[in-house]
């Protein structure tokens, strides 16, 4: 019954309005296209290179053409698989920590990943991000589950087949991320890692099978052009090396917003000195403390070495922990935490207020505005007006009351108010702010 209820609030918030916004972002637009031209002239194993010029690979055009073969070609089409995953990710956070603790920390994580800004935005979205976000999650998931199950060979060869269709969302280079985070793992552990040397080729062997029968097929069927094409450009030097900077430039701008509140809560961990033992303060499951390694070296990996929105799983579970510890009364938050908190929310509050400020004053801002592109962009014919600043003022007094709430140690008001009054901000942002910045920026 949970799962449903889980299911149906995941539709609610990921699916409606998904077509509000046209696809006017290029990899979007790009990926529509590919996945059109699948319906339309057949090409499944290998999109023409001038509708693909990323050389995505074909896992989510599949998914793409499947749903615009349903639905037409449409911005709701080419955007609702991201939505089934979105839905997806949250049921399978929901089981994973309740299987490593409760019912009550499945409920949270699930709480606490939906109300992050830049997930729930993929979610919403027509990029490959999500799909590739579930699918290495569910391997680092199935790899530390080895050491834990009675039949390994189980959780090896799922470990590989979600690496391997990771590394056909992604590209190849996957691979090389994920042999990394297990070589972290292995470090953490103290050469512990439960994955042995014969279970390691299975899953490498394993991951590495979706791709190579995808590319031989595309070989056979369009030749090896293509082929060589697609594996200079994801393998190359330059590639790895440009994507790296192109992402770091971007997540790290807007990751602290974007995982905001959940990045707060990472803040819990650092405390100045060890709280006194009560009885709350009994030994954590083995499994759980493993857990929590494996989330923390993923979250270091994606930060340093794949910088992406992929680490918001692993925060959000981390944070989730402190989240479900204070409404537990196992914990307490600490004052600046709660500044912290504050600080991030208001800024994001009064960056909301700024928008429609900016439109309906943009004509006292022209003589300021020295870049052509600004103002080109000031003076697109975009309708703003004062009351739209009430969305960010009303974010703003909601996070000032669940900050007061949690100074007074009301914890669970206090987070239900925080992360549901997030969610609200989210949506409304989505259905009002965006379209309106989408027709100013294009």
């Known amino acids: 019954m949970k799962y449903l209820i889980i299911a149906i609030a995941a539709g609610l918030l990921f699916i409606p309005f998904l077509g509000a916004v046209p696809l006017v972002a290029p990899q979007e637009a790009h990926l529509a296209a590919a996945a059109w031209d699948m319906i339309m002239n057949g090409h499944y194993a290998m999109p023409p290179a001038d509708l693909n010029p990323d050389y995505t690979p074909p896992l989510f055009l599949w998914l793409q053409a499947g749903s615009m073969a349903v639905f037409g070609n449409s911005a709701f089409a080419a955007r609702f698989p991201n939505a089934i995953i979105g839905i997806l990710t949250l049921l399978t956070g929901y089981a994973i920590s309740q299987k490593a603790g409760d019912e009550r920390l499945g409920a949270w994580w699930a709480l606490v990943y939906a109300a992050c800004w830049l997930p729930h935005l993929l979610f919403k979205s027509g990029m490959t991000a999500p799909l590739f976000n579930y699918f290495f999650f569910l391997f680092?998931?199935?790899?530390?589950?080895?050491?834990?199950?009675?039949?390994?060979?189980?959780?090896?060869?799922?470990?590989?087949?979600?690496?391997?269709?990771?590394?056909?969302?992604?590209?190849?280079?996957?691979?090389?991320?994920?042999?990394l985070?297990?070589?972290?793992?292995?470090?953490?552990?103290?050469?512990?890692?439960?994955?042995?040397?014969?279970?390691?080729?299975?899953?490498?062997?394993?991951?590495?099978?979706?791709?190579?029968?995808?590319?031989?097929?595309?070989?056979?069927?369009?030749?090896?052009?293509?082929?060589?094409?697609?594996?200079?450009?994801?393998?190359?030097?330059?590639?790895?090396?440009?994507?790296?900077?192109?992402?770091?430039?971007?997540?790290?701008?807007?990751?602290?917003?974007?995982?905001?509140?959940?990045?707060?809560?990472?803040?819990?961990y650092l405390r100045g000195r060890k709280p006194a033992m009560s009885v709350y303060?009994?030994?954590?499951?083995?499994?759980?403390?493993?857990?929590?390694?494996?989330?923390?070296?993923?979250?270091?990996?994606?930060?340093?070495?794949?910088?992406?929105?992929?680490?918001?799983?692993?925060?959000?579970?981390?944070?989730?922990?402190?989240?479900?510890?204070?409404?537990?009364?196992?914990?307490?938050?600490?004052?600046?935490?709660?500044?912290?908190?504050?600080?991030?929310?208001?800024?994001?509050?009064?960056?909301?207020?700024?928008?429609?400020?900016?439109?309906?004053?943009?004509?006292?801002?022209?003589?300021?505005?020295?870049?052509?592109?600004?103002?080109?962009?000031?003076?697109?014919?975009v309708s703003w007006s004062l009351w739209e600043t009430g969305y960010g003022l009303l974010y703003i007094i909601l996070v000032v009351m669940s900050g007061v709430l949690l100074l007074q140690r009301k914890y669970r008001g206090g987070l239900l108010c925080l992360f549901i009054s997030t969610l609200v901000t989210i949506q409304l942002t989505l259905w009002h702010f965006i379209p309106k910045l989408l027709a100013v920026s294009f």
């Open 140 to 179: 680092i998931y199935c790899a530390y589950r080895i050491n834990y199950s009675t039949a390994p060979m189980r959780p090896v060869i799922l470990s590989g087949v979600c690496l391997g269709l990771a590394m056909l969302t992604q590209g190849p280079a996957v691979l090389i991320l994920g042999l």
């Open 181 to 268: 985070v297990l070589l972290f793992c292995w470090i953490a552990s103290k050469g512990s890692l439960p994955v042995k040397a014969g279970q390691l080729a299975m899953l490498v062997l394993c991951a590495c099978l979706p791709t190579a029968i995808w590319l031989s097929y595309a070989g056979f069927a369009y030749g090896w052009a293509p082929v060589m094409a697609f594996l200079r450009h994801q393998l190359g030097l330059q590639a790895i090396a440009g994507h790296w900077y192109n992402s770091a430039y971007f997540y790290y701008r807007v990751l602290w917003a974007g995982s905001f509140p959940a990045c707060i809560f990472l803040f819990n």
């Open 281 to 381: 303060s009994a030994a954590q499951p083995l499994e759980l403390k493993d857990l929590k390694t494996w989330m923390w070296v993923l979250l270091w990996v994606s930060l340093l070495a794949w910088p992406s929105s992929l680490c918001c799983l692993p925060l959000s579970f981390l944070a989730a922990w402190q989240v479900y510890r204070l409404a537990e009364g196992r914990q307490h938050l600490l004052g600046w935490n709660v500044g912290l908190l504050l600080l991030t929310g208001i800024l994001i509050g009064i960056a909301l207020m700024l928008l429609p400020l900016a439109g309906v004053y943009r004509t006292a801002l022209l003589p300021y505005a020295q870049d052509p592109f600004l103002r080109a962009r000031l003076q697109a014919n």
